[in-house]
């Protein structure tokens, strides 16, 4: 099977600009959650979706939102964007989502804000 | 709330040498814990979890991890370390909701080097 993929690989863009980021989950798999990572504050949860459905959702503004096809394939979409979010976006996949299996990862997005 | 504390932001270690990458955690009732690694330029990989049972959790590639209920500790460990075995680790616990459903908790990070 195909591993979780992410599009693109790096972006750059400007304050205020919007992006989105597109992850892949592996076939068969229903979960898709999605993850800041920046140096120093290790992973931040942003969101999980579940059945093209959101289950959970992090501490993050407004700006951060997502969606999940009925193919398993999810987006998130960061809107005016700050210098602040500047960071790797991890997504992950698991096949049924109940928290106790292990978590794919994708390779990640680096987003670049200047 | 649930949270995991990596103590040390580097360890470094001889090749050879078993190896320690410390991590506590703090939850209320049984606690899920996932040990993750990250490769330059990848994402995070699989390395083992504690969910239930024996208090030593044996992974992938040689490490292993063993869980403290008194202490809170989930630290993980590998009897002689490579230089291969140089990359980023985390720890993590799962976060449950009143609605059944979870996320998890990471870490902040060891940076593990292993010197030749």
């Known amino acids: 099977k195909a591993g979780v993929t992410q599009t693109p690989r790096y972006l750059i863009k400007t304050r205020g600009q919007q992006v989105t980021l597109s992850c892949s989950p592996i076939?068969?798999?229903?979960?898709v959650s999605w993850y800041q990572q920046t140096p120093g504050q290790g992973l931040q949860f942003l969101f999980e979706?579940?059945?093209?459905?959101?289950?959970n959702k992090g501490n993050f503004p407004g700006r951060f939102s997502g969606r999940q096809f009925s193919n398993s394939r999810s987006e998130m979409n960061v809107s005016t964007l700050e210098l602040g979010d500047s960071a790797l976006y991890l997504c992950?996949?698991?096949?049924?989502?109940?928290?106790?299996?292990?978590?794919?990862f994708g390779s990640g997005t680096q987003l670049s804000v200047l | 709330a649930q949270s995991v504390a990596q103590p040390e932001d580097q360890v470094n270690v001889a090749e050879g040498n078993p190896l320690t990458v410390k991590c506590t955690y703090s939850?209320?009732?049984?606690?899920?814990l996932f040990w993750y690694v990250q490769y330059p330029n990848r994402g995070l990989q699989f390395l083992l979890k504690y969910i239930t049972g024996d208090n030593l959790v044996k992974g992938s590639y040689g490490f292993e991890a063993e869980f403290n209920k008194s202490q809170t500790s989930f630290h993980l460990k590998k009897p002689s370390a490579l230089v291969s075995d140089s990359a980023l680790y985390f720890c993590?616990?799962?976060?449950?909701f009143g609605s059944g459903t979870y996320k998890y908790i990471f870490g902040t990070g060891t940076r593990l080097k292993v010197l030749a």
């Open positions: 939850v209320s009732g049984n606690p899920y």
């Open positions: 993590a616990v799962r976060d449950m």
């Open positions: 979706y579940f059945s093209e459905t959101q289950r």
């Open positions: 992950a996949s698991t096949e049924t989502g109940t928290g106790v299996e292990k978590l794919f």
């Open positions: 076939s068969g798999h229903r979960s």
